[in-house]
């Protein structure tokens, strides 16, 4: 795994045979050039490291002390999958609507992130297709999904109506076949990690935390790139592009919604098509 290259992050071996086994792990290491190495020649950097914890692969940066991961069943997130609130949430408001359909609606999440809107949005029922360009985060969401799925928990009914890729959404949104999306779900990311915090989260520690390695692993969008997103959205959407900004942020590529749901900590622009 160690390809010559100045690495750009690294896999921790805590033992090797088991670290090793991982497909998926070393063909991340490769695409990513990233270097395997031992606890003891561990540098203290900031490049990403990989660690299996409790048999999950997480990632820092800095110290061991804080890890970050994607992991779905972590209380606070699994709580609000729970059946009395999830109807609430507002990123489900307005992606259904008063969608009154027999059939699931189809979501694209083409900015996936940590999976957490997609995977609120399943657990309402929605039928999710959830697109991640960034190859660390997507391995960990990847990871996440899998994990849910594979377990005898109630919400592996939810990752059974996921659908997970590695890629540019725009590129597949362009080049799309089959059944188009009812729904696109965009949640770019801010440019600055002054603004990143009015993105629409808690500040909670974990929060914050995930705010930081996402803006430490993940190129921000330029304003083009925005530009592109909603444009492909728009086209492929069947009946509607649902935007999630911070209250009193600028619209995503200055257009106009028909409507908002704003919250505490999010808005959520809705354009009907
Ligand atoms: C703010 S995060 C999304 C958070 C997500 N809504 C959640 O609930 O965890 C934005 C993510 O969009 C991804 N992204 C931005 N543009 C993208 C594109 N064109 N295709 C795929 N992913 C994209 C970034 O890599 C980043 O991980």
Known sequence: MNDGQVPKGYVLLANEKENLSFDSVKSLAQRLHFHTISEENLPSDSLPKLVLENNQ???????????????????SFYARLSRQGFEKENVVRAVKGRNKATLPLFVLDATAGFGHDGFLLANAGCQLTMVEKNPLLAFLLAQAIH???????VIAEVASRIVFYEGDSVDIMKSWQGRRPDV?????????????????LKKTAAVKKNMAFLQQIAAHNSTAEDQ?????AVKIAGSKVVIKRAPGAEHLALQTPASSIEGKSARFDIYPL
């Open 184 to 200: 696109v779900y965009l949640d770019p990311m801010y440019n600055t990690a002054e603004q990143e915090p009015k993105r629409g």
């Open 147 to 153: 994990r849910v799925a594979d377990s005898d928990d």
């Open 57 to 75: 692969w997480r990632v820092f940066t800095h110290d061991r002390k804080s890890t970050v991961g994607v992991d779905f069943f972590l209380p």
């Open 228 to 232: 592109r997103l909603f444009e492909a």
